[in-house]
């Protein structure tokens, strides 16, 4: 099993383990961290017209424990470029790839992260502008499809109405910054806001859905520089939501870790 264990890096002994199948050399300023459960043909696809898009960026995913048959070594690496396959063998669920994949990241020198979702509803040409707001200087780079010029398409009504009247003015308080799409996994990071050890983003108590809720909140708090950009988010006409969040008690877990974050609940101590 694999740890990341630098001194360097705050809380190192909290990160999940996790079995790193292959990596390939760094090759690129930032990585792009996708996060995926189960995704089946839905990551295939991404990634394949990820890699014919010549984005240049590494590409990193972190599978919480797929059975499907979607994350063969051989495919992913030969087939689809992907420069590392990390497999989750601790506990916990979306928030803990996280912490399992930034902290790869760091670890290996990149200078910043690019979040996306492995379920193909976002467009992954839009990578390259959270590389240029990473450039730009900034820490933290939320992409919204209601920013002007975003997109979305056939979002649920129920999603919709809680992420534009709930969700979004929530964290907005928290932070003391106005936000419109908060609950989209699409985002950047620099390595200053996730090394700073004022944000120690690698507690366990990041276990579930809390750490992108707790990131939007404490990197204005603490002035770091935050801004939206547009981006597409497109649900499927018909079929299954490509979503891990379907049942209630899992969606009032997820409103009560929101007004934690929104709270400071989650700040260190």
Same mark, same amino acid.
């Given at each position: 099993?694999?740890?990341?264990?630098?001194?360097?890096?705050?809380?190192?002994?909290?990160?999940?383990?996790?079995?790193?199948?292959?990596?390939?050399?760094?090759?690129?300023?930032?990585?792009?961290?996708?996060?995926?459960?189960?995704?089946?043909?839905?990551?295939?696809?991404?990634?394949?017209?990820?890699?014919?898009?010549?984005?240049?960026?590494?590409?990193?995913?972190?599978?919480?424990?797929?059975?499907?048959?979607?994350?063969?070594?051989?495919?992913?690496?030969?087939?689809?470029?992907?420069?590392?396959?990390?497999?989750?063998?601790?506990? @916990?669920?979306?928030?803990?790839?996280?912490?399992?994949?930034?902290?790869?990241?760091?670890?290996?020198?990149?200078?910043?992260?690019?979040?996306?979702?492995?379920?193909?509803?976002?467009?992954?040409?839009?990578?390259?502008?959270?590389?240029?707001?990473?450039?730009?200087?900034?820490?933290?780079?939320?992409?919204?499809?209601?920013?002007?010029? @975003?997109?979305?398409?056939?979002?649920?009504?129920?999603?919709?109405?809680?992420?534009?009247?709930?969700?979004?003015?929530?964290?907005?308080?928290?932070? @003391?910054?106005?936000?419109?799409?908060?609950?989209?996994?699409?985002?950047?990071?620099?390595?200053?806001?996730?090394?700073?050890?004022?944000?120690?983003?690698?507690?366990?108590?990041?276990?579930?859905?809390?750490?992108?809720?707790?990131?939007?909140?404490?990197?204005?708090?603490?002035?770091?520089?935050?801004?939206?950009?547009?981006?597409?988010?497109?649900?499927?006409?018909?079929?299954?939501?490509?979503?891990?969040?379907?049942?209630?008690?899992?969606?009032?877990?997820?409103?009560?870790?929101?007004?934690?974050?929104?709270?400071?609940?989650?700040?260190?101590?």
């Amino acid at each position: 099993m694999a740890r990341v264990t630098a001194l360097t890096l705050p809380d190192a002994d909290q990160i999940p383990s996790f079995a790193c199948a292959f990596a390939t050399e760094r090759s690129s300023r930032y990585c792009v961290v996708i996060p995926i459960l189960n995704e089946g043909e839905r990551i295939i696809g991404q990634l394949l017209a990820m890699k014919n898009a010549h984005l240049g960026l590494d590409t990193v995913v972190v599978d919480g424990g797929s059975t499907d048959g979607s994350t063969s070594p051989h495919r992913l690496r030969d087939e689809l470029g992907v420069g590392a396959l990390l497999v989750k063998t601790g506990p @916990g669920r979306l928030s803990a790839q996280l912490r399992i994949g930034m902290a790869w990241c760091l670890e290996r020198g990149y200078a910043g992260i690019v979040t996306i979702d492995g379920n193909g509803k976002d467009d992954f040409r839009r990578i390259p502008d959270f590389a240029a707001k990473l450039d730009a200087g900034f820490d933290y780079i939320q992409g919204s499809r209601y920013a002007h010029g @975003g997109v979305g398409e056939n979002t649920p009504i129920d999603r919709e109405l809680a992420v534009r009247f709930i969700h979004a003015p929530l964290i907005s308080l928290g932070a @003391g910054l106005r936000y419109t799409d908060t609950t989209n996994g699409f985002r950047g990071f620099s390595h200053r806001l996730l090394l700073d050890p004022r944000v120690r983003p690698f507690r366990k108590v990041f276990d579930t859905y809390n750490l992108h809720y707790y990131l939007s909140v404490r990197a204005p708090r603490l002035n770091f520089r935050v801004c939206e950009i547009p981006v597409s988010r497109r649900y499927p006409r018909s079929g299954p939501l490509p979503t891990k969040i379907t049942h209630w008690n899992l969606k009032l877990h997820i409103l009560k870790q929101t007004i934690v974050a929104a709270c400071g609940g989650y700040n260190p101590r």
